[in-house]
């Protein structure tokens, strides 16, 4: 069980670390796990109501994420897609 506190205090200190922000999501997410079964665990309510209320926001802001990155995407390949018809 100290073992799940270590990790879940780990994946929070790599999300500070994070450059991109769906794997700052993805971290912030895992970390939100594991801290909920640590704190299940040890009936430490505090912490598994915070990470508890935590979890549906990163779920939410990762899922935005993704929308946005996915766009962009679809944004460059509409521009390429352009530029290449007007060269014909």
Known sequence: IELLGYL???????????RSPIILRLL???GNVLFIS????LDLFPVLL???FLL???LRKM???????LQERA???????EVMRRRR
Not at 8 to 18: H, K, L
Not at 38 to 41: E, S
Not at 63 to 69: G, K, N, P, S, T
């Open 8 to 18: 879940a205090a780990g994946s929070m200190i790599f999300t500070f670390s994070a």
């Open 28 to 30: 912030g997410l895992m």
């Open 38 to 41: 640590y704190a299940a665990a």
């Open 50 to 52: 915070l990470h508890g």
């Open 56 to 58: 549906p926001l990163n």
């Open 63 to 69: 899922y935005l994420e993704i929308q946005a990155h």
């Open 75 to 81: 944004r460059k390949r509409y521009r390429i897609a």
